[in-house]
């Protein structure tokens, strides 16, 4: 017996209307507002340029960010772009970072965005990303975030980023970074891809009606690999995510838009095999949808369960065959 493709989409688009429905608020109510309390945050921080062509697509960064967060009815900082004629003059943006993140609201419940647009340095010990003035190094955004237990988003767009994934991983935190090693150097264009990704309705590949993290991280990686094809050369920046915690990043080409299509190979010295990111990044989002907004806190935890679900058994549908693999 073979299922039809018309049959199984008319089945599982009623499962997902009905389940949307009593999502719903009813008949002329609405959806309580959201408070200060569960409200995200977002800081964006730009680099020094170092030289005038990059100012343009810093700046143009910020202002894709700010349309977001407009969108989200989400308050959004910008470090790095006032007309500071002494870079070293106190506060410098070191400083303002660092005095952003003491006050933050301590009781909320909202996620913390963090986006870096800028340069990356590596000496083979330690990565910077290049502010002006003093740099912030991972061991400053690590202590800085210690005593923040609000979820912690952070997307360092540059070069040479990914010993921020390493020392900022941990639990309940979304880490995402340009690079797969600090040894990538070169100027990295992942930082202005994902800045247009949360901006645009183009990044929703699941045509839900919004942006998660997960999606924008994949588009932008896309966007980002299409330019360096267009142009005939060798990528040098390969985007990495982490939000497992396990300090593991996985890179874009593991997923065919959100689905999972690799999987990490065993270790070849023996230990644990890491285990593929975006459980958690596919299902955060800067703008939620009016059908996200309207779900309960219940309805929210039961879609999680039967996402992890359905995920498990795609990976199981060779083995199972059609009838059994459709019937479940």
Known sequence: MKISPAL?????????????????????????????????????????PGED???PGFTTAAKNW?????????????????????????????????????KLHPGSAGNVWIAYVGHGTFD???????????????????????????????????????PFLTALSAPNRIIITATRAGQELSYTRFGERFAEAVASDDADLDQD????????????????????????????EHATLDDNGDKNGTQADFYKGTRVVKQF????????TPTVDGKRARLVTLAPS???????????????????QLERLRAQKTALGDVAYYAQ
């Open 265 to 272: 190979q065993a270790p070849r010295g023996g230990g644990p």
């Open 66 to 102: 700010q349309a977001a967060c407009d969108r989200a009815h989400v308050t959004c900082t910008v470090i790095g772009l006032d007309d500071k004629k002494d870079p070293a003059a106190a506060p410098t943006d070191r400083d303002r970072v660092q005095d952003w993140l003491k």
């Open 290 to 308: 009016d059908v996200e907004r309207a779900m309960s806190a219940a309805q929210l935890g039961q879609r999680e369960k039967l996402e992890v």
């Open 124 to 162: 083979g010990r330690d990565a910077r990303m290049n502010l002006r003035g003093p740099d912030i190094l991972p061991a400053d955004l690590a202590a800085w975030l210690k005593p923040v237990t609000r979820p912690v988003i952070f997307i360092h767009g540059g070069s040479a980023s990914y």
């Open 209 to 236: 009606g919004q942006v998660s993290l997960l999606e924008a991280f994949v588009f932008a990686a896309q966007k980002v690999q299409g330019f360096y094809h267009d142009e005939t050369r060798m990528l040098s």
């Open 53 to 55: 062509t990059f100012a």
């Open 8 to 48: 199984l989409f008319a089945g599982l688009w009623s499962l997902l209307v009905g389940f949307t429905r009593a999502a719903e608020p009813a008949a002329g109510s609405r959806s309580a507002p959201m408070t200060t309390d569960t409200r995200d945050e977002v800081l964006v921080i730009i680099g020094a």
